[in-house]
């Protein structure tokens, strides 16, 4: 993880070849043709050349100097931050989390920088006046026969002009906005993906993907509509200072759109709240981030054909439509591929790679990183790619990795999302006063904050409502008003905002969402604890107790409710997916028709058997609860015993899948923690006080 | 660790703040004036800008993308060597080294980028032709009224520039030299210290700061004035087609004198080499980097006044010395502290803060991080700096970290080190063919062969010679030989070269160093087993037998040897640092002199008397081996109890220390373990097959 604050510095900069290149300009000087410039080049001209060298050397050596001071800013804010929040662990104080913590320390920071340092101005730089009309990103120099290339960096206004060397200053420390999407975000991403409740987002996905989808795309087109209102009257009372047009308003509807999770899961998780609205809020808010992220950029893509752009265009819509649910599905397909890649890898070789847990660490990492790579590399969104590779790794190549992989990579990942979060709330403060461009406009932002509060609303009520016609157990009014209360705006708006800020209508947008994200985090992040209280929403809820107290009806109510939608792939996956790619769930000689016997046989790694025994001795404790469990694995080792009649197997599996659906529904943490097949994850995790000690707790005595 | 490998993208390709600048630069012209903008703007004047913006959103996509193949490049690079690793592990085949595979890759993927991959050529560059004279790092374009800044890139030699794309390409992924100073060197000098056997380090500390400092230094002379007559034989023949001084040469000298552990000592490892040999190799290792590194830049900094260049200056010499004096005892100074620091802040925190590993972790990642980034700030070696800092870091911090973090941190620099070392050695073979201004000189690259090995001679004989005369284990003819054998080059000496590729000189030295690293690492290290056997070196000893095999004479005569260097250091950090910097080691009431009691009292953690308890339970199994220990242990213990009456506990200290030193020298790892003091390490573990087994063991079960 060291490296990637490195990332920053080279990003911002000008890029530190030009200290090589400015090196290389002197010296070519000197050594004029090949030949005989050595006996020359001692006499004639090199102290010249030796002397630009020398001050060209000074020069690269400042700013790379300037370079490590900048970025041990931040490495300070994280180390600050980190001892804070000990602090208040320590406290339990629990009115402020880490991340309004640290976005605090940023904006001290930003105005320390904004209004405490002066760099003096640099009189290296050179003002050329010519006659090209675009500026070009590469522009090939030719100074006095040798050609140099430059690289557009940005343009400056031209009362800047005279302290070039400040806003140079500032902008380094304003990184580059591509950073959060390559650097900072997918670790964050992966993460949760990888740390998802599986079985609570199973049992929930109906109502997850309703919220996730219909509900971020209406709350866009509400937040975009209210918004282009809101523009027009700013235009009526002239104070409009640019372009702005509806599809900018949709624009940051989808920018805001997208929930945050870390801020309200950390203090839920921390207070054990209702599993139920834990596992939505979780599930919606890492979901509405994929789809606000590739919304935004379909939105975007947006263009009408001829001249009269701006205007309603049908062809267009669909066009973005068609963009949409391209972009989605193909990176879901890319994440959800990769992931199944490095399942079958390790499938096939951990078993004996278990010797070396760095090498299937490093795997891991590597062929999880290549995902969102591959995805950018073919215009997919490295994101969302990275999202579904994550789920897609817990749910099968966790299980094929040592005991010991398990650990490292689960704090691996744990330690990158834990500074990439911190890093970028503390960053957010620190844009507050550091970026250039902000345009804070009243009226466009009490009407942003008017939109996204009716956004929400719009998003949550209505949708709940009609889920509730279909859901057995109900979403409560209160969890509704909590669902409604916790939409924290954070990380993923943040990044969307900044991405781009070139016009004067992306600029206002993202001055807004700063503020937003300021707003929500502070206000609605503290006053969550309040809010549960004071809404009767039960806390210290042990998830697996809980679920040994739902009663057989409302099992039954809950996986009728989301069988329909993924009973099929449930039985896929468990019966021919599961013993393909892991060498956990039961062996294919027990799932697949008795004609492909032979092939079931070679394909089933010897584990799986062991597992089945296993089934049969550990699950003595679930009988006790369960009467038709017991039954299950009663005839589920029959016929993994007796494979030769397979006759009958298929019918038996049937039975099986089903009642192993069931048991997924119910106890399916248990019976995977026993086949040692659920992905033991901090949040999954039923012990107080927080996820670490849950690592601590598998950690090596 | 994702976002490392990120870092490269953006340092070598066109700051991505460009592709942003471009979507600045159209819209804008359409903005006009703040007023009634909007209102004209959509009529006039707006399908040119639109139509120029999605050009320039195109470019920055398939910039970008681009940015994405290239890395993607080298993940699956990284991947294909860990699987092939494992394949090797598997097989148990030592003919060739993980390193020495990963440069093959590389080789065979440069090929196929360099002729391989055709990019066609963008008509979007300009060629301004002006009257600048000299090539400034920042340019300011005034294009039509807009100012747009620019920074260089480099020079373009004429004919390159029809075919500037390809160049853009190649350069692309022959990314920046710094990023390996700022990103890939740190983890893995920092790991290396972090690892250090530090009894087998402090038993040998006289000899191996003796081939480090001094060998180093005469191999660099010896080097460089092989090189220059070299040189001159050249210039004579009419070869030379460049500047070249001698302190090129004293420069390449220096470069090439920084031997590379990794090789050579994974194959130690894994064979368990005689102890001694390996303690040599690997400090000497470690530290000549460190003098490679400032030895090379006080050489860089050695610039004769006046006119007359390159000519002896006496002056000039001495400020050079002074600066390689100034600059490593800075770093180490700068690197130690910071240890410290977080020693200190580790002390008074950890014990609350042991609930939460996770930020443990974090805080010793970035407190170690900002050691590196702080010495860059003030214009010291980072590297040096993180070498020492992890060394105080393993010696005090590691102790108040819970033993969850230990094995966190561990792990986590243990995959830094190996991604970042791959990497290193990956694009090693990549560069031979994707760098673009090699410079093959037969007699050069002959030449300096020969150098390498009368350096390495010049190094290793004499001093082995001189050091035999004060020590009484001898360093064996046989060891001396495989030191001269070991003597490989590898990161070091890349990333010195690689670092400054400016003139005919420094292109000439870089590709000959990586000659000289494809053939160390290839020919020496494959064939140090055999190197091993026809050496009759002993292998498969198990270092704590090999120590409790030492007879007591021996064990005295090497106290005798090490003490007289650091006797003095040991018994002040035994008796002060320990206690006041970590939990461990005696409580400072039974170490400071009486008149202090009180500070003693509430300076001591209520661990540290623990620990005091502990060494008399767990010593029993020492006792079995030697008597003094028990002997010690009986009055150490007593005076840990008698407290109070501390009017004799001066001498008893004294003694105390005396017999611990020599437990350190003798059983040091052993008590060490049992105080929860050692640092286990991958190196430092005695069992087969390679350091993952020992980490897996420690592993949850």
């Known amino acids: 993880a060291s490296g990637r604050g490195w990332a920053i510095a080279p990003a911002v900069t000008p890029p530190p070849r030009a200290k090589q290149a400015l090196r290389r300009a002197a010296p070519r000087c000197a050594a004029g043709d090949r030949a005989g410039a050595a006996a020359r080049g001692e006499a004639a001209a090199r102290p010249v050349a030796l002397e630009e060298e020398i001050v060209s050397e000074k020069a690269a050596e400042e700013s790379h100097r300037q370079d490590s001071a900048n970025l041990l800013i931040f490495i300070l804010l994280l180390t600050l ?49 010519c006659q090209v009309q675009t500026s070009p990103a590469t522009l090939l120099v030719n100074v ?37 999407f390559n650097i900072l975000l997918p670790p964050i991403i992966f993460y949760a993906g990888y740390s998802l409740k599986r079985r609570h987002f199973f049992r929930n996905l109906g109502s997850i993907l309703a919220y996730a989808f219909l509900g971020t795309a209406i709350s866009c087109f ?62 919606e808010s890492v979901l509405n981030d994929a789809v606000a992220i590739v919304l935004s950029s379909s939105i975007v893509a947006y263009q009408p054909a ?119 709330f503390s960053y957010m403060g620190l844009t507050l006063f550091t970026f250039q461009n902000h345009d804070f406009n009243p009226t466009f932002i009490v009407g942003a904050f008017f939109a996204i509060f009716l956004g929400r609303a719009a998003n949550i009520y209505p949708l709940s409502f009609l889920l509730n016609l279909g859901r057995r157990n109900k979403i409560g009014t209160n969890l509704q008003h909590m669902m409604m209360f916790a939409g924290l705006r ?64 409302e099992r039954r109510s809950t996986k009728a409710e989301s069988a329909w939608l993924f009973r099929l792939w449930y039985n896929f996956d468990h019966n021919y997916l599961k013993p393909l790619l ?18 079931a046989r070679c394909l089933t790694s010897p584990q799986a058997y062991e597992n089945q025994e296993q089934l049969k001795d550990d699950d003595s404790d679930l009988i006790l609860n369960d009467g038709d469990i017991s039954l299950t694995y009663g005839d589920s080792t029959v016929n993994a015993d007796s494979i030769t009649s397979s006759g009958t197997s298929r019918r038996i599996v049937g039975n099986s899948s089903e009642d192993a659906l069931d048991r997924e529904l119910a106890f399916g943490d248990h019976e995977l923690v026993i086949r040692g097949t659920r992905l033991v994850l901090p949040m999954d995790d039923s012990e107080p006080p927080s996820s670490l000690v849950d690592s601590a707790r598998h950690g090596p005595a």
């Open 81 to 129: 931050t980190i001892l804070t929040i000990w602090l208040f662990k320590h406290r339990r104080a629990r009115f402020l989390h880490e991340t309004g913590l640290a976005m605090i320390y940023g904006v001290l920071m930003g105005v320390i920088l904004r209004y405490g340092i002066h760099v003096p101005s640099d009189v290296n730089n050179v003002t050329l006046s």
């Open 144 to 180: 006095s026969g040798k050609y140099y290339e430059y690289t557009l960096k940005g343009e400056i206004s031209p009362h800047e002009l005279n302290n070039v060397q400040d806003n140079e200053m500032l902008r380094k420390v304003t990184f580059d906005p591509e950073v959060f």
């Open 222 to 283: 509400v937040i975009g509509s209210i918004m282009y209102g809101c523009v027009a009257l700013m235009k009526v009372t002239g104070q409009l200072g640019g372009d702005f047009y509806f599809t900018d308003c949709l624009l940051f509807g989808a920018i805001v759109s997208a929930t945050d999770p870390v801020t309200v899961l950390a203090i839920f998780h921390e207070l054990q709240v209702d599993v139920e609205l834990y596992a939505l809020l979780f599930g």
């Open 306 to 424: 001829g001249d009269n752009s701006h205007t309603f265009d049908v062809t267009a819509m669909f066009k973005s439509i068609g963009i949409f649910l391209g972009i989605f599905s193909g990176s879901f397909a890319m994440g959800a591929a990769t992931g199944v890649v490095t399942a079958l890898i390790s499938f096939s070789l951990f078993t004996k790679l278990r010797e070396f847990p760095l090498l299937e660490t490093g795997l891991f990492f590597l062929m999880s990183w290549s995902t969102f790579l591959l995805a950018e590399a073919c215009g997919f969104t490295g994101v969302v790619a990275v999202l579904f590779c994550g789920i897609t790794q817990a749910h099968y190549t966790y299980n094929n990795l040592s005991t010991e992989s398990q650990h490292r990579t689960k704090q691996l990942f744990e330690l990158l999302n834990f500074l990439a979060e911190n890093f970028i």
């Open 490 to 553: 954070g990380a993923m708006a943040f990044a969307l905002a900044i991405r781009d800020t070139a016009t004067y209508a992306r600029q206002m947008m993202f001055s807004t969402t700063l503020l937003i994200v300021f707003f929500t985090v502070w206000v609605f992040g503290g006053g969550t604890t309040a809010m549960l209280s004071c809404l009767h929403i039960r806390v210290g809820v042990d998830s697996d107790q809980e679920h040994l107290g739902v009663p057989e009806s």
């Open 582 to 599: 892991t060498h956990s769930g039961p062996p294919l000689t027990t799932t697949l028709p008795s004609c492909c016997g032979p092939v």
